[in-house]
């Protein structure tokens, strides 16, 4: 059974960064790709970024681009998201996601605000 937990969340003023974090299990971690997903009040949920499971390559939204970078730790069966430059703009759910799959974590919510 795949397992996702979030976790890194939190409240964090404009301009400034989090790393979330996830930890994955029930499956083999190294033969998937992982992505964050993100999810704004009334909107619907949006693909942020993306990571292949061995070379590492990554694609991001756009209006991320340059502010966020996805990686990953096979050791650990974990992806990371370092946020920075954060803005209002960004508040969410944050979730992971492993390719293939319809499962999702709980979420770790952010929310930038002064």
């Known amino acids: 059974q795949i397992q996702l937990v979030e976790s890194g969340g939190g409240l964090v003023q404009p301009g400034g960064s989090l790393r979330l974090s996830c930890v994955a299990s029930?499956?083999?971690?190294?033969?998937?790709?992982m992505s964050w997903y993100r999810q704004a009040p009334g909107k619907e949920r949006e693909l942020v970024a993306s990571?292949?499971?061995?070379?590492?390559?990554?694609n991001y939204l756009d209006s991320v681009k340059g502010r966020f970078t996805i990686s990953r730790d096979n050791t650990k069966n974990t992806v990371y998201l370092q946020m920075d430059s954060l803005k209002p703009e960004d508040t969410a759910v944050y979730y992971c996601?492993?390719?293939?799959?319809?499962?999702w974590g709980q979420g770790t919510q952010v929310t930038v605000s002064s």
């Open positions: 029930g499956f083999t971690f190294t033969r998937y790709d």
């Open positions: 996601k492993r390719w293939g799959s319809n499962g």
């Open positions: 990571i292949t499971p061995k070379r590492g390559a990554s």
